[in-house]
């Protein structure tokens, strides 16, 4: 059982943070498009950003931020330009970003993170956003998130937000999150942006090596498309208002934190996941028998971001062969003759012999995942076994539709 609760508030249920969301003119839409969270005392900061070497102005920002001093006030998000592959005049507007908001918090620039979403190769639209920043810092609250996550969010359906509380030295800790990501969405680390807050107080050191491992099991274990971007951020604020003793080292408070920190981020991952441009239903993948968990994640990962499995989810076949050829290429040795393939119930393959089915029957189970879009009933459970070792490993994707096609065919036209 879990050793913590969910509860209201998302990304400002922990104690001493605000957060704002508003239509700037960032957006051609007219929707929502510059968030902001705010942190009422300096935090510990952590990031975990993209390996690509085509970054947004944002990514690099942050992270000279953070090894400068990893800590921070605020956090300031646009949505509708990406500003990557802008060149230094990019450079220049985050800059500038975090210049125009420090002044209007009276704080250091050096206090603010940046994020940004959108098109690549666009700036940022920086008479819209220099105009909108008194208005966003003036409609900060603590009842913001809701708004704030509306504003990060591009070809997403739905907003992704999250708060878990846990009890820690008989004082109530809490961590919340937001997310936003559709497509483009095979972390390494991942595509997508999110921001959590957590009322906790950590070591700086400690801080970024839990979210660096609660990273690697959740948001860099989704996949929709198989695409990376350029402006991948995971943005954590540690404030420790809850007043609770400072965790300093690996220990039983230690370990209860971390686990609410993965859970909230594996909650925000699937839900990235299951909102994949056009799918109609989440996949998750279960790998057993592994060598290692690094095995086992890695097999996961393939079948999950597989474009000949997803296809068939889609198509409500459950075509066992496409799991096996994709389990087979991931890289990792093991035998054959102890594959064991399953579909929710259905046992598929065992020893690596297939087995008679229901077929019809399975076809069904896969339709009812794609009735429950959206109800989080919408799960298709696909768990391979590949030997006997103590690897495991879960990953998750979503199918890949016609919709998908259109959706990223049409983006900028």
């Known amino acids: 059982m879990a050793d913590w609760q969910k509860i209201d508030g998302g990304i400002t249920a922990p104690k001493g943070f605000k957060a704002a969301g508003i239509a700037a003119g960032l957006k051609s839409s007219g929707m929502p498009d510059l968030a902001l969270i705010l942190s009422e005392t300096e935090a510990i900061a952590a990031g975990v950003f993209t390996t690509t070497q085509v970054r947004a102005a944002c990514v690099d920002y942050c992270r000279q931020r953070l090894q400068a001093k990893a800590s921070a006030r605020a956090i300031l998000c646009n949505a509708g330009q990406a500003n990557a592959a802008t060149g230094e005049q990019g450079w220049q507007d985050a800059l500038k970003s975090a210049e125009l908001l420090g002044t209007e918090l009276n704080i250091s620039p050096q206090a603010i993170l940046l994020a940004s979403t959108g098109v690549i190769g666009q700036r940022i639209k920086m008479d819209a956003l220099a105009k909108g920043i008194p208005s966003l810092v003036a409609a900060a609250s603590t009842d913001g998130g809701k708004d704030a996550a509306k504003a990060i969010i591009t070809t997403d359906l739905v907003t992704k937000s999250i708060a878990l509380e846990t009890i820690i030295d008989d004082r109530p800790v809490r961590i919340g999150g937001i997310a936003k990501g559709s497509g483009m969405i095979h972390p390494n680390m991942a595509t997508m942006l999110s921001f959590i807050t957590c009322d906790a107080a950590v070591a700086t050191h400690l801080w970024q090596d839990m979210l660096k491992r609660a990273v690697d099991k959740s948001f860099n274990q989704i996949t929709v498309d198989g695409d990376t971007s350029t402006n991948d951020s995971v943005i954590a604020l540690a404030n420790g208002q809850s007043r609770t003793s400072a965790i300093t080292e690996m220990g039983k408070n230690a370990q209860k934190l971390e686990a609410m920190l993965t859970a909230v981020c594996q909650y925000l991952a699937k839900a990235i996941a299951r909102d994949g441009e ?20 890695t097999v996961a990962k393939t079948i999950a971001g597989s ?20 389990a087979g290429r ?7 003759d102890e594959l064991q393939i399953k579909l929710g119930d259905f046992i598929l393959m065992e020893n690596g012999q297939p087995l008679e ?22 799960t298709v459970l696909i768990s391979v076994c590949i030997g006997n070792g103590s690897g495991t490993s879960t990953a998750w994707g979503c199918d890949l539709t016609y919709k998908y096609v259109e959706i990223n065919a049409e983006y900028t036209t």
């Open 278 to 297: 056009g799918a109609t239903c989440l996949i998750e993948v279960q790998v057993s028998g592994a060598p290692d968990n690094k095995a086992a994640s």
């Open 307 to 326: 474009s000949l499995v997803k296809s068939a989810i889609f198509g409500r076949d459950p075509n066992w062969g496409r799991i096996a050829a994709a």
């Open 357 to 378: 089915f229901d077929r019809q029957a399975a076809s069904n189970y896969l339709k009812q995942a794609a009735a429950g879009a959206y109800l989080q009933e919408d």
């Open 330 to 336: 991931a890289g990792v040795k093991f035998s054959q």
